[in-house]
């Protein structure tokens, strides 16, 4: 050969060599993953994140993927939003590194060590665990509690090359075979549609896929790319070697492999849960039955066939969820044969394989998966003890926007609560102890206006809150009952509680006088001297007469003076009140002869000094709403426009009241079922009905007129002359409205309802009361008659008492009152309108803060994603205080509930609370206790009382305790057992003096060395 051919042959040599060289470098990559391990791991080192102070301005959040909504994180930035609105602030957040960021911003899912847990926890104001969830709940601790038996299984199932040692730095995300053989399939499936594609995917891109994919899915190739990128620089994050990493791969599929749903249950995660929930497993049970060693022997005579027999079981259960997870919800449910047929195969070929011994095989394949389909019942809780902790995450999941429980107990969250767990234990268990007789004896429950000898606690429902003003806020401590239902009497309802209303009351009255001050005090007397005022106002009268013959002319001593005002006890006297008039009682017969200050009536609670003051808080009202003329005498004083005007109002929520109930009672029903329903109880009158039918229908023509008559009067033989008489004369332009129900013997806005229903069937009732404002007007037309002086007088002094109970509602509200509207009578003043333990606490709070309100605080801090590079924290940081009521007022408010316990209708607690200490002094203790006996009440023609039945009867104690605490005390009982009892408020103060012990430990100044007290 010619030195050219040597040449070219050398040079073919060295190009097949390198060729070989490069080939044998991949091969041994693809084997080995060297390269990728040296560059990943170093790559890694830079894939860092840390938590620093306030909000992170380069932080990424997940968009998708199931791990990333179950747990939160994807929501976080709507989070924030979310809680912006009420004052939480971002405290501290992740800071992530740009290379963290660069590969999030490509599309890869954030490189950290995952949780397979997660889960909600409330914890109380010492850090200990109120409240935790965590999901899945049976997992794996780690690889090396996993069986042996079912590692081999899965990788031989799933990916048979992931824990091999003898290639260190493998990386496990990609296995290059399969990939290779999954490309060619996908190929020959474009020319050949029949041809089948399985899946290429290893353990690690499996869960890559069913935790950061869209759905849990791959939908395209880039998808899968993704998915193999994101795990192999996951794989690396504990360095080059990945033996550690892959151990835990195995663990975590396991721990977290999606197997479908269950009602009852949610999301079934995990074979731990998979084999609870679809073959009612005990985990440990399972685990403890695959480590047994029976069925490995090489003398299968040597096996306990009943322990064979039972790991069999266990095996081919945990088999069974292995191959589901490819199909889970089919598998799981109406393809539960073919998963059995599956199951018997797999087990030949494991056996075939050499991955579990052929007893275990022969034993397993005659067992029959029974996968259960009902619901999974959870264990059964006591309300008791989690109605704060449902009521605590009822205000989480407020706070957040997460429409349900089950997706709040599944986020990655911690939530540091004001609420002190050990003595919310302590109170719970000391007031379920109450419901048996010997227990509330012991704590001196029986006696005089509390139980009587045969009454039975148990049916009684005991309620306490306890809250602590401390940082600038007010701080829910404790909040139970021993009610074992999901009713919570603290918030959950519109109760009767008495006389605690007498201090809603005696606020809006210092209100008013200090108002009056304000007006009037700065005057010069003869300035004052000129002032008139209607001589129903007596609280204004009052205040010029002290201002011209007080030296102080300051506030509180005019205060002091209004509390030593005077009122009769008497109930002699009837009321004109609430639309009609009423009489009223004192529980004291020995008070109805008494003349007593406002003072001495708060103390003693005395019924008819309240009703008095009532009545003039009203009549301010009256004629301070009205306008009427400083001058005027009376209602004659009022000018025309100012009585038209008021009539016009009256008028209009009058005739609102009617259509409201109208609609009420026809709603839902087609045009033609309303008029039968209207028919019902006619008297069949041919003029009536006919006003009727051409009101509701009067684009009706004379034929279907006829019809209807003729219907309605078979027997009557109307003449066609008498009904064209009939259709003509009471035709709908021929008479009022007020006229047409005059004829028809039906109220004229029930008429005119039917009409609009016939025309509008769809209508809500907001377009019912827009369309009938004009018709509410026209049928109380009579009344604007100047004929009809005393009538409109009536309606304007009831219109004028509902006025200044709305004006009184909104003052109310404004200190926590928590409904819309007041009965509008004086009996409000003793409980009437309803109240709820926690709006009294709230108000409680007011006073004590010094007329201060202050937030109120349940939630603390909220963590959320600890541990990963989504990590944010917030804190609550408002609102602001805010100032309600003059301190002058809390002041001798203050003073007043202090008198009713050392010498009121809550003397049992005088003198305090006792200290714990030889030398301590008692911690001061105010309040103001109240009754109700709600009763449902049917009078006959003339007010005589027909019959009488106990609704509910409830005693209650709003209090502070010292300077800080503050809360309220209820005992509760309903229809049927009310009747049965007679209590008085004097049971909710023995029963707060009864949790004495337990409450010391807490509310002492010094009490910060126990666990019952708080540290934040």
Not at 649 to 667: C, L, S, T
Not at 882 to 911: C, H, M, W, Y
Request: aromatic residues 8%; hydrophobic residues 40%; glycine residues 6%.
């Amino acid at each position: 050969m010619t030195l050219r051919t040597w040449s070219k042959l050398l040079l073919l040599i060295s190009l097949l060599g390198l060729l070989g060289f490069v080939a044998r470098l991949i091969n041994s990559e693809l084997r080995s993953s060297k390269w990728q391990a040296r560059h990943l791991s170093e790559l890694d080192r830079e894939l860092t994140f840390k938590l620093e102070p306030g909000a992170s301005a380069a932080i990424r959040f997940p968009k998708t993927g199931p791990y990333d909504e179950r747990l939160g994180y994807s929501k976080i930035p709507a989070f924030t939003q979310y809680l912006a609105t009420h004052d939480y602030l971002i405290t501290q957040q992740a800071r992530i590194s740009p290379k963290l960021a660069r590969l999030a911003d490509r599309g890869l899912s954030l490189a950290y060590s995952e949780k397979t847990q997660a889960g909600l926890d409330l914890l109380d104001c010492n850090d200990q665990s109120l409240y935790s969830e965590r999901f899945p709940e049976r997992s794996y601790k780690d690889f090396e509690s996993v069986p042996r038996l079912l590692t081999d299984t899965l990788l031989f199932i799933e990916d048979r090359d992931l824990l091999t040692a003898s290639y260190p730095q493998h990386n496990p995300a990609v296995n290059w075979g399969r990939f290779g053989k999954a490309v060619f399939d996908q190929a020959l499936h474009v020319f050949d549609k029949s041809h089948q594609t399985p899946g290429a995917s290893t353990l690690a891109t499996q869960i890559e896929k069913y935790r950061h994919s869209p759905e849990g899915r791959t939908a395209s190739p880039q998808e899968k790319l993704r998915q193999m990128a994101s795990a192999s620089v996951k794989a690396y994050l504990g360095g080059e070697n990945t033996l550690a990493a892959r151990r835990e791969i195995m663990a975590d599929y396991l721990n977290t492999v999606p197997l479908a749903a269950k009602p009852g249950y949610g999301e079934i995660d995990g074979l731990g849960d998979g084999m609870w929930a679809w073959y009612g497993r005990d985990f440990a049970e399972v685990n403890r039955l695959l480590d047994n060693k029976v069925g490995n022997d090489a003398d299968p005579a040597q096996d306990d066939p009943g322990q064979l027999g039972s790991k069999a079981e266990a095996f081919k259960q945990a088999l069974s969820l292995m191959i589901a997870q490819r199909r889970p919800s089919y598998y799981l449910r109406e393809g539960a044969a073919d998963l059995e047929q599956l199951t018997d195969s797999h087990l030949r070929v494991l056996a075939a394989a050499g991955v579990i011994p052929a007893a275990l095989r022969d034993a397993a394949l005659p067992v029959k998966l029974n996968l259960q389909q009902k619901s999974v019942s959870a264990p059964p809780i006591s309300f008791v003890t989690r109605k704060a902790v449902t009521a605590l995450r009822a205000n989480l999941s407020g706070l957040l926007h997460v429409n349900h429980l089950y997706d709040l107990d599944r986020l990655d969250l911690t939530a540091a609560t004001t609420m002190n767990g050990e003595m919310q234990r302590e109170v719970t268990t000391v007031l379920r102890q109450l419901k048996t007789p010997a227990n509330a004896k012991a704590a001196e429950l029986y006696g005089h206006n509390m139980l009587s000898p045969g009454d039975d606690p148990g049916k009684l429902i005991f309620s306490f809150t306890l809250f602590e003003r401390r940082g600038g806020a007010n701080l829910l401590r404790v909040q139970t009952d021993n009610f074992d239902q999901p009713f919570d009497i603290n918030e959950g309802a519109r109760l009767n509680l008495g006389s605690t209303a007498k201090l809603r009351t005696l606020i809006t009255y210092l209100e008013i006088i200090a108002d009056l001050h304000q007006r009037y005090a700065g005057m010069t007397a003869e300035q004052r001297a000129r002032v008139q005022v209607v001589k129903e106002d007596v609280l204004s009268q009052w205040a010029l007469i002290y201002l011209a013959q007080a030296k102080d002319l300051a506030l509180p001593p005019m205060l002091e003076a209004a509390m030593e005002r005077r009122y009769s006890g008497s109930p002699g006297e009837a009321f004109v009140t609430g639309g009609g008039v009423q009489t009223f009682t004192n529980f004291e017969s020995e008070e109805n002869t008494k003349v007593m200050t406002i003072r001495e009536g708060f103390q003693q609670s005395v019924n008819l000094v309240f009703i008095r003051l009532m009545r003039d808080i009203v009549r301010h009202y009256k004629f301070k709403m009205a306008g009427a003329d400083p001058g005027a005498a009376s209602l004659d004083d009022l000018s025309a426009a100012k009585r038209q005007e008021m009539l016009s109002r009256f008028a209009d929520r009058e005739g609102r009241q009617f259509m409201v109930r109208f609609y009420r009672k026809y709603h839902g029903k087609t045009p033609q079922e309303a008029q039968e329903l209207l028919l019902e109880n006619m008297h069949p009158v041919p003029a009536r009905l006919a006003t009727v039918f051409r009101s509701i229908t009067p684009e009706a023509d004379l034929q279907h007129f006829s019809a209807f008559m003729r219907k309605q009067f078979p027997k009557d033989g109307l003449s066609d002359a008498k009904l064209q008489a009939l259709y003509v004369q009471y035709g709908p332009d021929k008479f009022s409205l007020a006229d047409r129900g005059y004829i028809a013997r039906i109220h004229p806005l029930e008429l005119w309802l039917l009409g609009f229903m016939h025309q509008y069937p769809d209508a809500t009732l907001t377009q019912t009361l827009d369309a009938s404002r004009d018709a509410r007007q026209d049928v109380y037309a009579w009344l604007f008659k100047t004929r009809n002086k005393n009538k409109q007088d009536k309606r304007i002094r009831q219109m004028l008492e509902l006025e200044a109970f709305l004006e009184i509602g909104r003052d109310w509200r404004r200190l926590g009152y928590p409904f819309e509207s007041l009965t509008p009578s004086y009996a409000t003043a003793v409980g009437a309108s309803g109240d709820r333990p926690a709006a009294l606490a709230e108000l409680m709070g007011i006073i004590v803060n010094k007329g201060m309100r202050l937030p109120l605080r349940k939630l603390q801090t909220l963590e959320l994603a600890q541990g990963t590079p989504y990590e944010t924290h917030f804190e609550n940081s408002g609102p602001a205080a805010e100032r309600l009521l003059p301190q002058e007022i809390t002041d001798v408010v203050q003073r007043s509930l202090i008198d009713v316990v050392e010498g009121g209708t809550a003397k049992r607690l005088k003198g305090g609370l006792p200290s714990r200490h030889a030398n301590g002094k008692p911690i001061g203790i105010g309040g103001k206790t109240g009754t109700g006996d709600q009763r449902f009440e049917v009078y006959a023609a003339g007010g005589r009382l027909i019959s009488s039945r106990a609704v509910n009867r409830s005693a209650t104690f709003v209090f502070f305790i010292g300077d800080r605490f503050f809360g309220t005390m209820t005992a509760y009982v309903h229809e049927p057992y009310a009747a049965s009892y007679k209590f008085t408020s004097a049971l909710s103060v023995q029963l707060l003096k009864s949790l004495t012990p337990t409450l010391l430990p807490m509310v002492e100044a010094d009490a910060s060395d126990t666990l019952l007290a708080c540290r934040h």
